[in-house]
């Protein structure tokens, strides 16, 4: 798979998140950026302890003391390796995306992601039929 232009760099802020969809077949996912001191990281938004739960809901992930914080939970996790460091899922890990960069640029490279849009994920559920029969 060629790599895949996300955003340039100055798009990801520097003391919250930008999230953008990718596609594993007809799936949806959610990852959010982080910028940390010219690098950038990426992980999977939600968290750990309930993973229905986004960490970025639309409008950047909230930090606190340099940390990505779940507000659902309080937990908080460190933005360059992804450690959550308090909260219900201390210990544990969020799920890290590939990404590089270079060129002024963010791009995926995870091998089995395909980027699909800047922004959250739609409510399209692709893995059924187009039309659905009331049968009537």
Known sequence: MA??????IEEV??????LF????GFDEKEVVLVRLNGDIAAWRNFC????DVRLD?????EFRDGEV?????????EPDSGHCTYGP???????????????GGVYLAEDHYEFDHVGPKSDRDLSSGRIGFSGN
């Open 69 to 77: 914080v779940c507000t659902r939970h309080g937990a908080t996790f």
């Open 21 to 24: 969809t990718v596609r594993e």
């Open 13 to 18: 802020p520097e003391d919250s998140t930008l």
């Open 89 to 103: 899922c201390e210990g544990s890990y969020l799920e890290e995306v590939d990404v590089e960069v270079r060129d």
């Open 57 to 61: 809901k639309g409008s950047g992930a």
């Open 48 to 51: 750990p302890h309930w993973t």
């Open 3 to 8: 790599e895949e232009r996300i955003a340039d």
